[in-house]
């Protein structure tokens, strides 16, 4: 089973803070997803990478993915509260499956 | 447009006693389809996959059962539950692509308390 682990598990800061979330494994993955979960719903995609060293930006939100593909970063910039909540990444791999992190909990304060 | 449903969102049930978690896709065909469960806060056990009708694929031993009688069902069962089946199950599908790159889609879950 390939696994991805992500740092820091929880994660408490004031809001216009910068912070960055890591995602690593020691497999190799055809893709990585980001997704952002609210208390009793479902998490909803925020990017996919593909590619080795690709970065997207998505507002104030930029991801990375590794040179080897085997690890990610999310950097949020000046976080706002609404940038609360549970992050996951997710690797895809042959056979269809679908790997998720143990996730980052997110706090920020106003 | 496709759409997940998902029921029941929440479910108490006694130890040893039967489940049965429905999940429905439409909008689409032969999507990939996945149970998982998420421990409190934290990230997804995957714990069934389907390619299609009748192939499951099971990722870790279990106390539970998938079927997928129809292209776009997907059943999550156990004959008797444990305490330790608690928790927040999601259903979720993916298109099937031999890309390995599409968004997974997922319901609104069923938070499962076995007493």
């Known amino acids: 089973t390939q696994l991805l682990e992500q740092s820091p598990q929880f994660l408490s800061i004031q809001e216009g803070e910068n912070l960055t979330v890591y995602c690593n494994s020691s497999s190799v993955f055809s893709s990585l997803q980001w997704y952002r979960q609210e208390p009793g719903e479902g998490p909803v995609l925020l990017v996919t990478?593909?590619?080795?060293?690709e970065v997207k930006k998505l507002k104030r939100l930029t991801f990375q993915f590794g040179d080897a593909r085997k690890d990610s970063s999310l950097h949020i910039t000046a976080a706002q509260p609404g940038d609360t909540g549970l992050y996951l990444c997710a690797g895809g791999t042959a056979g269809n499956m679908l790997t998720f992190g143990g996730g980052t909990r997110l706090m920020v304060k106003p | 447009s496709q759409t997940i449903h998902q029921w029941p969102a929440t479910l108490v049930q006694p130890v040893g006693s039967p489940l049965s978690l429905e999940c429905t896709v439409e909008?689409?065909?032969?999507?990939?389809l996945y149970w998982y469960r998420q421990a409190a806060g934290r990230g997804l056990q995957l714990l069934f996959y389907s390619v299609g009708i009748g192939q499951i694929s099971s990722e870790v031993p279990q106390n539970l059962s998938a079927s997928r009688p129809q292209d776009r069902q997907f059943i999550l069962s156990s004959k008797k539950l444990l305490l330790s089946d608690s928790g927040f199950y999601l259903c979720?599908?993916?298109?099937?692509?031999?890309?390995?790159?599409?968004?997974?889609?997922f319901g609104q879950g069923t938070r499962l308390t076995v007493v």
């Open positions: 990478v593909v590619t080795g060293g």
């Open positions: 979720a599908w993916r298109r099937d692509s031999k890309l390995k790159k599409g968004e997974a889609f």
């Open positions: 909008g689409t065909s032969n999507p990939n």
